[in-house]
């Protein structure tokens, strides 16, 4: 990943300006550690801090047309680069690096060409002819933008927030699938695919040979790299078919023959968690080169503050799960890995979260999934993107490939409905497509184990320090009053309360807060979802253990030991293997 920073419109183009944009494109040098970049044409300043992924030697942004007018900062990965450079073939290009594709296609196909890209992509450009430029963000948000508007009428984009909220009057997240136009004056949708509506409910046939053969392309096309890589694996469903796919068809890549056949698998968990066993279990399945790495759950809470300043929210589950993969990545970018293949996503396209099991009818099934893809810009693509690119990481997912989504969100949802009376379990679907008698993917065991969310596979005791660490933190007098200090989205619980101070203090503008979503959850739901069973109201959180009577650890219902109360949790079964040494508990990053 990359930073970008833009400003247009900038009434004052004098060197200390200059030198205020540098400084602000800096606050992102995380992002992008290998070269900085900047230009400036009038009112005008497009800042880059790069990554080098592809290309690394002659790659560096922005980039140019042939005459310079056409002047890109872009973060991202434009898979089909080569594609579409053979349909350019009356254009020069100078550079290796995928990104260059834009500034070409924008000459031939002006603003329109933005759904021509295959990838993961947050983009400005700048059309020195007539200064009119435009930005755009990928389908999904994988790559996080933001907009901002200055005091003298100029508008800012920026990677993360960190690079505008001290500049901008105004702030917000760029919405996903979007351009801005300045010749329009504003912005509108570009990605428009049938599942959008939410009330079109499909009717496609289930064909699991489809759906496999459009995710192996997905891992496939995202194994473009001139850089050490590795997958990210957390033993459970997702994350495991990512890891099984890059296996077996890695030797047949460019990638394979650069940097060999054997696949390096990333694990983090505490000791005796549920994610650990199982992604030892995969690796020596796959014949992965596993690496492992071990922290305590001190180091994680001491932690917190760094993971809120990078990843910007005060959302309890993302920073749950944000944290040990923050200190993850920094171990694997010690080991000069740059990229990582990750498995998010596929929970909100096949309806994986356990909640899933509750819904009532295919139509709601269907919705439910609609709303948690269109959200997962403000969740997993923020915390996988901004935990990673934190230590100068690229997170790249297969399963958010705009080809397999859309074959995907073509099933008709009855197929994806969980129904244990004729043993299809959350995500059956997916499950069965890689069920490989002949040439198996995954142990039968692995492939059909039950859902467990990121922050709770790590180890149930990450969350229950964590809650208590909090409650040291946080009296109930001060959540009893949460409601004044804190009127919008305000703070239930004292882990709430906790982050949502952190916050405050690194992002204390009303813009800020208002980036980041709110409202009722239960095990990651929305807000709708939770009307789905009486009983969640009384038991929000967003952990997969508040899904009561589908968990197999789910929370116990006693009064005393709800979620909510601050106090840590009480299991409804032991957690057998769970090992405390001394006072500090170990906790087991896999890498």
């Known amino acids: 990943?990359?930073?970008?920073?833009?400003?247009?419109?900038?009434?004052?183009t004098s060197q200390a300006k200059r030198v205020r944009v540098l400084e602000l494109s800096r606050r992102l040098r995380?992002?992008?550690?290998?070269?900085?970049?900047?230009?400036?044409?009038?009112?005008?300043?497009?800042?880059?801090?790069?990554?080098?992924?592809?290309?690394?030697?002659?790659?560096?942004?922005?980039?140019?047309?042939?005459?310079?007018?056409?002047?890109?900062?872009?973060n991202g990965e434009i898979y089909n680069h080569e594609k579409l450079r053979e349909q350019l073939n009356s254009h020069e290009f100078r550079t290796g690096s995928d990104c260059e594709i834009v500034a070409h296609l924008y000459e031939d196909y002006g603003e329109e060409f933005v759904n021509m890209l295959d990838g993961m992509f947050s983009f400005v450009l700048l059309d020195t002819r007539d200064q009119s430029f435009i930005a755009a963000r990928d389908a999904f948000g994988i790559t996080p933008l933001y907009i901002g508007w200055g005091f003298d009428g100029s508008v800012w984009f920026a990677s993360e927030m960190k690079a505008l909220h001290d500049d901008c009057e105004s702030f917000e997240s760029f919405p996903p699938g979007h351009i801005y136009s300045s010749k329009q004056g504003g912005l509108r949708r570009w990605y428009n695919p049938p599942w959008y509506s939410e009330s079109l409910i499909p009717s496609t046939p289930y064909d699991p040979l489809v759906l496999r053969q459009a995710f192996e392309k997905a891992v496939i096309k995202r194994l473009m790299t001139d850089v050490p890589f590795g997958v990210l694996l957390s033993g459970g469903l997702d994350s495991s078919l990512v890891a099984a796919v890059a296996s077996r068809?890695?030797?047949?890549?460019?990638?394979?023959?650069?940097?060999?056949?054997?696949?390096?698998?990333?694990?983090?968990?505490?000791?005796?968690?549920p994610d650990l066993k199982a992604a030892k279990e995969v690796a020596e399945y796959l014949g992965t080169f596993h690496h492992e790495f071990h922290f305590t759950v001190q180091d994680g809470i001491d932690a917190i503050e760094e993971v809120i300043y990078h990843v910007e929210t005060y959302d309890v589950t993302t920073i749950r799960a944000s944290t040990p993969m923050f200190l993850m990545s920094r171990k694997i970018k010690s080991l000069g890995v740059k990229m990582v293949l990750s498995g998010e996503g596929s929970d909100e396209i096949f309806g994986g979260y356990l909640y899933f099991h509750k819904a009532p009818n295919k139509q709601e099934f269907h919705q439910e999934t609609c709303r948690k893809i269109k959200a997962l810009h403000m969740y997993d693509c923020l915390r996988a993107n901004k935990s990673t690119s934190a230590w100068g990481v690229e997170a790249r997912v297969p399963f958010l490939d705009k080809e397999f989504v859309n074959v995907a969100m073509d099933i008709d949802p009855e197929w994806k409905m969980v129904k244990p009376d004729i043993g299809r379990m959350e995500k059956w679907v997916l499950r069965r497509a890689f069920d490989d008698e002949q040439n198996p993917y995954l142990p039968k065991h692995i492939l059909?184990?039950?859902?467990?969310?990121?922050?709770?596979?790590?180890?149930?005791?990450?969350?229950?320090?964590?809650?208590s660490h909090a409650a040291e933190h946080v009296t109930d007098t001060m959540l009893r009053n949460a409601k004044y200090i804190f009127p919008h989205n305000t703070p239930t619980t004292k882990e709430a309360y906790y982050y949502r101070m952190i916050f405050e203090r690194f992002y204390p503008q009303n813009a800020a807060r208002l980036t980041v979503p709110g409202g009722?959850?239960?095990?990651?739901?929305?807000?709708?979802?939770?009307?789905?069973?009486?009983?969640?109201?009384?038991?929000?959180?967003?952990s997969g253990r508040a899904a009561l009577g589908v968990h197999a650890s789910a929370y116990s219902t006693g009064a005393n030991d709800g979620p909510g109360n601050g106090s840590v949790d009480t299991l409804s079964k032991n957690m057998a293997g769970m090992e405390e040494s001394g006072g500090a508990r170990e906790v087991l990053i896999k890498v």
């Open 448 to 467: 059909y184990r039950q859902k467990e969310q990121f922050s709770d596979g790590v180890g149930y005791s990450w969350i229950d320090g964590l809650k």
């Open 30 to 74: 995380h992002r992008g550690p290998d070269w900085s970049g900047l230009y400036q044409s009038g009112h005008s300043f497009l800042a880059h801090q790069r990554l080098a992924i592809v290309d690394p030697a002659s790659g560096d942004q922005p980039l140019y047309n042939e005459d310079r007018q056409i002047v890109v900062t872009v």
């Open 1 to 12: 990943m990359c930073g970008i920073l833009a400003v247009f419109g900038c009434l004052d």
């Open 520 to 542: 009722p959850s239960v095990a990651c739901s929305t807000a709708k979802a939770v009307e789905w069973d009486a009983a969640w109201a009384n038991n929000l959180d967003p």
């Open 249 to 273: 068809y890695l030797a047949a890549t460019k990638a394979g023959k650069q940097w060999g056949d054997k696949l390096h698998s990333f694990c983090v968990g505490l000791k005796g968690s």
